[in-house]
């Protein structure tokens, strides 16, 4: 099955790093996602501009409003995403465990909608 | 006539089948594909035609497996129907075949273990686990599971759908997790079949029949559990638990309904049986080496029933275990029998000082037991017109008849307050 772990954070937190924290930091997701591709669970994973960088856009009457922000404002952020495959979800919280995004955040971990192919 | 006979005992078979088979069918009919309402539904099938075919032609010589076999015939076409692109077609052709080599003759493999993690998953509401149990694993109705929560047929139901529908749509596994997750895990079953149980055991005068089943379904869940992690320490100290309660149902109330509490109860009228077989379970689950919650509550129960024997509880060993089971939990419950255990070897003053604050904790204040935990220590203490009006809370916040009129027998035992 696939699960999409989605990484909340608060946003002001990394700014507030020193150098060298922020090296580690992008270190241990860098080990991260070579141990997830190692073990050939890894379909993807992106990080995002923070949420300054966000535009809304929805369409009503056949008119599309744009906004600018996030869809949400809330107290922590989503800063990126890993998609996986693994068998379970035992093995999906296992793995979203191991993210550092887990030590300094939130991970909410989301079955993927099954499709034909699967 | 004869049909009638055929009836009845097809009924008899049936109803023996599933009492014992129920959630070793649904186990391992949901193990490959995570789906218990489909499982269940294929289930309750096969229990449909078991009723019609059987008092025909006589009940089968192995029910399980004929259960077994309609079961997984109706599972695999419903299967079909529903799952047409290609790669369920594997699926299903394994489904097929591991339920074919268990299915005919052989024994069916006891997934209950399985199942039962799958129903207490973390993933899966807390408040749910325990009815998700009892429904998977027993195959009781919403309805009667409804009735015992306190709570309607219809939330239930939907409640039990919703958790159904979580397993099967995130994946929660039917397997037994790894070592290192394990004891976490166990906790959680553990902690489901106490609610279960907890939930049963609510109705001191015994007048409610869905609760008084729960109860006992409750004891049919630890004894499984007992069964299927004997090497967990916690698991024996549950089933001792449960048993040392059971063997005093009796005793809880005198011939007129009436409530009666621990220290006035007749240990004769307890079932010394279910007593010896509790104190056998916890030397068990002691040996092991491994203590947690249950084996105290547990130990607990063995100090009070000491009282069988010598006269009187072990009250110096009750205030010793409430003090580990209070550094473990840090429940405000356990305080408050604490204080209780601690009037017997240290007076009653000690235990007021000892009382948890109801200002520091909002939900004492709703908890009757506090209540009546602090009406009768001030009542000992000649503080009557605070025990006063602590039984007077205590009163308003029960919702049991026959605690409510012993604690207002309690109350009009007190002089009238000055």
């Known amino acids: ?13 990394w700014d507030q790093l020193t150098d060298t924290q922020k090296q580690q930091g992008m270190a241990a997701y860098t080990a991260y996602t070579q141990a997830l591709r190692k ?3 890894l379909v993807g994973s992106n990080r995002l501009q923070p949420i300054a960088a966000a535009t809304t856009v929805r369409v009503a009457d056949g008119k599309s409003q744009v906004l600018d922000g996030p869809y949400a404002d809330t107290k922590e952020q989503l800063g990126g995403y890993y998609l996986v495959d693994v068998p379970d979800l035992d093995a999906a919280l296992a793995w979203a465990a191991r993210c550092p995004g887990a030590g300094h955040g939130t991970i909410e971990v989301r079955p993927v909608w099954p499709t034909q192919n699967a | 006539m004869t049909r009638g006979n055929g009836d009845g005992r097809a009924r008899d078979a049936a109803e023996a089948v599933a009492r014992r088979s129920y959630g070793k ?4 009919l949901a193990a490959r594909t995570r789906d218990v309402a489909a499982a269940e539904d294929a289930l309750s099938d096969a229990f449909a035609a078991a009723l019609a075919e059987w008092p025909v032609k006589g009940a089968p010589s192995n029910p399980e497996a004929w259960l077994m076999t309609v079961a997984r015939r109706r599972l695999i076409d419903g299967a ?3 799952r047409v692109h290609a790669d369920a077609t594997d699926d299903l052709r394994r489904m097929a075949e591991s339920l074919d080599a268990a299915g005919d003759g052989g024994a069916i493999p006891d997934q209950r273990l399985a199942l039962l993690f799958a129903c207490a998953h973390p993933a899966i509401d807390n408040a749910i686990r325990a009815p998700l149990m009892l429904q998977a694993v027993l195959g009781l109705d919403a309805r009667a599971i409804a009735s015992a929560f306190l709570t309607s047929p219809d939330a239930m139901a939907k409640r039990l759908v919703r958790a159904k ?3 099967r749509e995130a994946g929660i596994p039917f397997r037994v997790p790894d070592r290192e997750e394990l004891p976490a895990r166990i906790d959680t079953v553990l902690d489901a079949i106490y609610a279960a149980f907890a ?13 008084r089943d ?9 004894r499984l559990a007992a069964e299927l992690l004997p090497g967990e320490a916690e698991s024996l100290g549950l089933l001792a638990l449960v048993l040392y309660a059971e063997s005093r149902r009796r005793a809880r109330r005198d011939a007129s309904g009436g409530f009666v509490p621990l220290d006035a109860q007749d240990p004769l009228a307890w079932d010394i049986a279910l007593i010896e077989e509790a104190e056998a379970l916890l030397r068990r689950a002691c040996a092991l080496g491994a203590i947690g919650r249950f084996q105290l509550e547990a ?3 063995s100090a009070h029933v000491a009282r069988r024997r010598s006269g009187r509880a072990d009250w110096p060993a009750v205030v010793e275990l409430y003090d580990a089971l209070f550094a473990l939990t840090r429940s405000p419950v356990v305080a408050i029998n604490r204080a209780l255990a601690i009037a017997e070897t240290r007076g009653v003053e000690a235990a007021i000082a000892a009382l948890p604050d109801a200002d520091a904790d909002e939900r004492l204040g709703r908890y009757q037991p506090y209540w009546a935990a602090r009406a009768d220590l001030l009542a000992r203490s000649g503080a009557r017109a605070e025990a006063h009006a602590a039984y007077e809370l205590a009163i308003g916040l029960e919702r049991d008849d026959a605690i409510r009129s012993f604690l207002q027998r309690r109350q009009a035992s007190l002089a009238a307050p000055p």
């Open chain 1, 39 to 41: 073990e050939g669970v």
């Open chain 2, 199 to 211: 939930e049963g055991w609510t109705d001191p005068a015994g007048t409610d029949a869905a609760r």
């Open chain 1, 1 to 13: 099955m696939q699960y999409l772990f989605l990484l909340y954070a608060n946003e002001g937190g």
């Open chain 2, 214 to 222: 729960l109860a006992e379904e409750a004891l049919f869940l630890a």
């Open chain 2, 80 to 82: 079909r129907h529903v």
């Open chain 2, 165 to 167: 529908q979580k397993i």
């Open chain 2, 299 to 301: 130990a607990l129960q």
């Open chain 2, 25 to 28: 069918l649904v186990a391992f």
